[in-house]
């Protein structure tokens, strides 16, 4: 197929299309709007063969899905902010239903104030939902992120929702070269879906149901189960899509230059790269640093941060959005992760790019120093600060 | 003696956990004799996600998907979309929601899938409150009524909102059929699902479900109570196509509302003026439909032409 110029959202759409998704249903909302929007040309054209439902809002559009998964249908939405908290209740409905479904959340600030900038306080908000989340840092990943993950959540020994999430504007509205595999290799990694659903036509069937506390545990530790098997699956289809693909996607904690490293610094989505940018110049300046990007955050890879903090003696997180009370949702993850460990290093929790705030290489050098002088743990609002020590507003 | 006319095919099975004299009951028992076993019901919560029985175990003789209560519309697209891409086009896909689940808190999924064109049945089972939760009034509680929420007590009268109007938001989305169904009428009730599967778009029922711990009238009165409902013109039974009413049940002179007021404990207290504003406003109903019926008995031009290339009507085979 060869490369197009696609941003994050035409990358969603374009994934959709090879994943061949037989029922389309959404609301706009921006700044996921593009990518429905491109759904709504490719199912006009015949490009893509669909049933694409113009619903009335996200809660509908996430009901639309679950109901069409249930009678076996391979289903696609997309979401952003307040579309994705209206859709919480029936986050909850997907997993439980266990239904194999793929939504793409494009991360932005939640209102008030109305801030349509990146942020990940919507998705974060959803982490305790039974939904895997993954959170890639270009549009290349996005791609090959949406392929695997219909190819995970529809595995017979998994059965759970995947969102797939991209930065508000800095992917979603960002041009790049997207290698499009051929529709030939898709259809090989991503059989048509197994129409062993349960509900069929003529079966006396019942999904969702009603049960005291004498099933209900069941019911909730088979969620857990499934939970607890998405690592290991996820290890076998990226393998399986970098055979077909030639790009490995990495697994769910993606190192680098963290050998040696005095300090490392985790990341979500598209602040990494930018991080990667700056331990090569820390690097060179004798400074020996590390990042790792965080792609998977549910089910949350304890083994893997383990393994990375073994040799490191400081680890700083840097979330985009915060838990109020507590600190940024991903360094709460980590240090619950490292109790226990023998020896383990300091967690500082960094919070930068907050409701779109840009986070360069001067901020993450910042980030960076802060993380090599002192083993604080945070939260420090990196937004707030100036070289000074100012703190400014606005 | 006449011939039966309901299909003997039992869809739903005793062993369901519904109370003796449940009006919703009766009404699912006759809407799956109407549509035969290729139908898939999505119930949101309600009285009858409790009936169905809990897991592992089903009330049910089709495949039943329970929803969130205020997403029973959207549940329904979901499902037709779902058979339209794998080629089930001969599956009945029914919504069958309460009062609340439908007039209030269903209210936008309802519109949505009725303006989207859904090609589904959707049913509210009107039992006039919040049952399952142990009666609290909706927007479908009666006027004047009594419920754990519209006490009776001092200056307190019970409901003081009349009933919302159900038929008349629906008929203002002109779906290809809309009628009023009532168990206490088995013939005409099963004769409208009949009617109503043959056709392609949107469909509605608003059926009448007595509840007797909820009306606090005694269970074995359900039969009785839901004739007086119809033959008062508390609950007429009509049905519209294609902006075309129809009466299905006429009466000469409607009965005393008296009748129906007083076998029920909800409307104990009504004093005479109040019983004087339930008979009028059955009376005003009744000539409104009658008015509209000869208003409408000529065929009005279609309001909506089907777009090209849209399906033919459902063949009327029920498996």
């Known amino acids: 197929m060869g490369f197009k110029v696609l941003s994050g959202n035409g990358a969603q759409a374009e994934a959709a299309r090879l994943a061949r998704v037989q029922v389309i249903a959404a609301y706009p909302i921006t700044p996921q709007t593009t990518i429905v929007e491109a759904l709504a040309d490719m199912v006009a054209s015949g490009e893509l063969k669909a049933q694409y439902v113009k619903v009335e809002s996200e809660h509908s559009a996430l009901q639309v899905c679950l109901s069409a998964a249930a009678l076996g249908a391979r289903t696609y939405s997309a979401t952003s902010s307040q579309g994705l908290l209206l859709m919480h209740e029936l986050l909850h409905w997907a997993s439980g239903q266990r239904t194999p479904m793929v939504l793409?959340?494009?991360?932005?600030?939640?209102?008030?104030?109305?801030?349509?900038?990146?942020?990940?306080?919507?998705?974060?908000?959803?982490?305790?939902?039974?939904?895997?989340?993954?959170?890639?840092?270009?549009?290349?990943?996005?791609?090959?992120?949406?392929?695997?993950?219909?190819?995970?959540?529809?595995?017979?020994?998994?059965?759970?929702?995947?969102?797939?999430?991209?930065?508000?504007?800095?992917?979603?509205?960002?041009?790049?070269?997207?290698?499009?595999?051929?529709?030939?290799?898709?259809?090989?990694?991503?059989?048509?879906?197994?129409?062993?659903?349960?509900?069929?036509?003529?079966?006396?069937?019942?999904?969702?149901?009603?049960?005291?506390?004498?099933?209900?545990?069941?019911?909730?530790?088979?969620?857990?189960?499934?939970?607890?098997?998405?690592?290991?699956?996820?290890?076998?289809?990226?393998?399986?899509?970098?055979?077909?693909?030639?790009?490995?996607?990495?697994?769910?904690?993606?190192?680098?230059?963290?050998?040696?490293?005095?300090?490392?610094?985790?990341?979500?989505?598209?602040?990494?790269?930018?991080?990667?940018?700056?331990?090569?110049?820390?690097?060179?300046?004798?400074?020996?640093?590390?990042?790792?990007?965080?792609?998977?955050?549910?089910?949350?890879?304890?083994?893997?941060?383990?393994?990375?903090?073994?040799?490191?003696?400081?680890?700083?997180?840097?979330?985009?959005?915060?838990?109020?009370?507590?600190?940024?949702?991903?360094?709460?993850?980590?240090?619950?992760?490292?109790?226990?460990?023998?020896?383990?290093?300091?967690?500082?929790?960094?919070?930068?790019?907050?409701?779109?705030?840009?986070?360069?290489?001067?901020?993450?050098?910042?980030?960076?120093?802060?993380?090599?002088?002192?083993?604080?743990?945070?939260?420090?609002?990196?937004?707030?600060?100036?070289?000074?020590?100012?703190?400014?507003?606005? | 003696?006449?011939?039966?006319?309901?299909?003997?095919?039992?869809?739903?099975?005793?062993?369901?956990?519904?109370?003796?004299?449940?009006?919703?009951?009766?009404?699912?028992?006759?809407?799956?004799?109407?549509?035969?076993?290729?139908?898939?019901?999505?119930?949101?919560?309600?009285?009858?996600?409790?009936?169905?029985?809990?897991?592992?175990?089903?009330?049910?003789?089709?495949?039943?998907?329970?929803?969130?209560?205020?997403?029973?519309?959207?549940?329904?697209?979901?499902?037709?979309?779902?058979?339209d891409a794998l080629g089930l086009e001969d599956l009945n896909v029914v919504g069958f929601a309460g009062d609340g689940g439908t007039a209030d808190i269903g209210l936008q999924s309802l519109s949505g899938m009725l303006e989207r064109r859904t090609d589904a049945l959707y049913v509210m089972y009107d039992n006039e409150a919040y049952m399952n939760t142990g009666v609290q009034r909706s927007s479908a509680t009666p006027q004047g009524a009594w419920t754990t929420t519209t006490p009776v007590a001092g200056e307190a009268r019970g409901k003081l909102e009349p009933k919302k109007d159900i038929m008349a938001i629906v008929l203002a989305h002109h779906p290809v059929y809309a009628a009023t169904l009532n168990p206490s009428f088995p013939e005409d009730f099963v004769r409208k699902v009949e009617r109503a599967r043959g056709m392609r778009g949107p469909r509605f029922f608003h059926v009448y479900a007595a509840c007797p711990p909820g009306w606090r009238y005694d269970s074995d009165q359900t039969i009785e109570l839901g004739k007086l409902a119809t033959y008062t013109g508390i609950f007429p039974l009509y049905e519209v196509e294609n902006g075309q009413l129809r009466i299905t049940r006429r009466m000469g002179q409607l009965k005393p509302v008296e009748d129906y007021l007083a076998a029920q404990g909800r409307f104990r207290h009504f004093s005479p003026e109040e019983v004087r504003q339930v008979k009028e406003q059955a009376e005003a109903r009744w000539a409104d439909l009658l008015a509209r019926e000869k208003a409408t008995s000529t065929p009005a031009p279609v309001r909506e032409v089907p777009p090209a290339g849209a399906p033919a009507p459902r063949p009327s085979a029920t498996t």
């Not at chain 1, 070269?177 to 069937?205: E, H, N, Q, Y």
């Open chain 2, 1 to 83: 003696m006449a011939k039966l006319t309901i299909p003997r095919e039992e869809l739903m099975y005793s062993g369901h956990a519904a109370c003796p004299g449940c009006g919703p009951a009766l009404a699912m028992r006759f809407l799956l004799k109407g549509l035969g076993p290729r139908t898939v019901v999505s119930v949101p919560a309600s009285c009858w996600s409790v009936i169905a029985t809990p897991y592992p175990t089903t009330a049910l003789g089709v495949g039943m998907l329970d929803n969130a209560i205020e997403a029973t519309g959207a549940s329904i697209s979901g499902l037709r979309a779902a058979a």
């Open chain 1, 104 to 394: 793409g959340v494009v991360n932005r600030a939640v209102a008030p104030p109305w801030n349509i900038g990146a942020d990940h306080a919507d998705t974060m908000s959803q982490r305790d939902t039974g939904w895997i989340q993954f959170y890639p840092e270009s549009n290349q990943e996005v791609l090959d992120t949406v392929l695997t993950a219909y190819r995970l959540v529809e595995d017979p020994e998994i059965r759970l929702p995947a969102m797939v999430t991209e930065d508000a504007f800095y992917l979603s509205h960002t041009f790049e070269p997207v290698d499009v595999p051929d529709p030939k290799v898709v259809d090989t990694f991503l059989p048509p879906k197994d129409a062993r659903a349960i509900l069929r036509p003529g079966v006396v069937s019942r999904l969702g149901s009603f049960t005291g506390p004498d099933h209900y545990v069941d019911f909730r530790h088979q969620v857990a189960e499934a939970m607890d098997r998405v690592l290991p699956k996820l290890q076998e289809v990226e393998s399986e899509y970098a055979r077909r693909s030639g790009r490995d996607l990495g697994g769910p904690l993606v190192g680098y230059r963290t050998e040696d490293a005095d300090a490392v610094l985790l990341t979500l989505g598209t602040i990494s790269t930018t991080a990667r940018g700056v331990v090569d110049e820390l690097r060179s300046s004798g400074q020996k640093v590390g990042m790792a990007k965080l792609r998977v955050f549910r089910p949350f890879p304890v083994e893997a941060v383990r393994a990375l903090a073994r040799d490191v003696s400081r680890l700083g997180v840097l979330d985009r959005s915060f838990t109020f009370g507590s600190s940024g949702p991903a360094a709460s993850e980590v240090r619950s992760a490292l109790y226990g460990v023998p020896s383990p290093p300091s967690v500082t929790s960094f919070l930068a790019g907050i409701g779109g705030r840009d986070v360069g290489p001067k901020d993450l050098h910042r980030v960076f120093q802060a993380l090599l002088s002192s083993r604080s743990t945070g939260p420090r609002w990196m937004d707030l600060e100036t070289d000074g020590g100012v703190v400014v507003h606005g």
